[in-house]
């Protein structure tokens, strides 16, 4: 394989003379919004020009200027076994060379179906999608259905994808470029979207039909549940009869096996899934008790469909990745992420930068903050000001690949080692001492 990209590089660098991130953004933002097809890619709330990937391994990732960096972003969550796994790779290339979409079902849909109901206790059936957002529009979709209700209630700070309704004041790329909501959507698309706190109850009126949470928020930084909001929330929608759906597309088979709502000994009614079960290829999927599932079509008349659902080569990378995933991969995966929060933590202190460090089992935040952050308010405050920017470019510098925008979080993956760990908090102490040296 490095001999395959090596040659192709020399083809490249021989033909058309250096390819560099510079002169491909440049090109990119000719064809292309801003020059990328995800916004937070972009660098708009650090600042500077994205390095372009040229190829990656494990826990690095090379750009095409042929810099190397130990690599948190790891597509956002969706890959956990790090870059280029070779079971999933081999995977990958054997389904795709058997045909790469048939629009005909697969036995390797029902395989995937099958892994994930067996892991998630109370989830009785899945319907596969190409993406989070899909799984989330169609979720709720589902609960209004199945309630007879319209009003949905989401928590700021909250990023269910990015289908209209659910657009109002969500995390992620949203909470980056500092939109409330987006241009485009209209006042009746979100009119029935109430957006309260995150960690706090809300109270539920008679037409709620579903409330949706990220059981431990990650696209606002990290914010963790505080002890018995999502165990409250699984009260209040049982008292006012909606449907509690839990997004876990970050979460979900990356705390464990399974559901991290089963950690905390709650049932939602509706899971989305997404990321971690496409072992790094397109795909969603939302779940939950069988009456509630077969409302949906062909056996319901909820509508909900896709060309590339279920996708062959996806659930052939889906199915390789969760295969590896056991006990021991998630004890490793915390420790891992404990070490490295342990040492940024350390690092901070010993330079006198305030900064918080939350992290549970493979997810890590860093916001610049002298409190613990527990809403959209705190990490929005958190963002303000240039200092994860300067942290941000100067750990760049150092051959560390964070997420560009303070509202990501840091997936160390189970290719991370100890060196990497060391490496990373070596260059943030660095850092943190510049940072303190050199106040704003
Ligand atoms: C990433 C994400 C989504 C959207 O998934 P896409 O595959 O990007 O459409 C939805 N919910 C949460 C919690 C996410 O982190």
Redesign the pocket.
Known sequence: MGGLMDSRRQDADGALGRITGESLFERARRVTPGGVN?PVRAFSSVGGTPYFVDHAAGSRVWDTDGREYIDYVQS??AVILGHGDPAVTEAVVRAASAGTSYGAPTEREVLLAEMICDAVRGCDMVRLTS??????MSAIRLARAYTGRSGVIKFAG?????SDALLAAGG?GVATLGLSSSAGVTTGAVGDTLVVPYNQLPSLSEDVACVIV?PVA??MGLVLPQPGFIEGLREACDEAGALLIA?????GFRMCRGSYTELIGVQPDLW?F??VIGGGL???AFGGRRQIMEMIAPSGDVYQAGTLSGNPVATAAGLAALSRLDQESYAKLSRTTRALADGLRAAARDAGIAVQVPACSSLLGIAFSHQPICDFDGARRAGEGNLYARFFHAMLHRGIALAPSPFEVAFPSLAHSHDDIEMTVTAARDVFTELADSPP
């Open positions: 995800s956002y969550g993406s989070g957002t899909e799984a989330a909250c990023y269910h994808g990015h992620s990220e990650a696209n997004d876990e597309v970050i979460t989305c997404g990321k397109p795909i969603g």
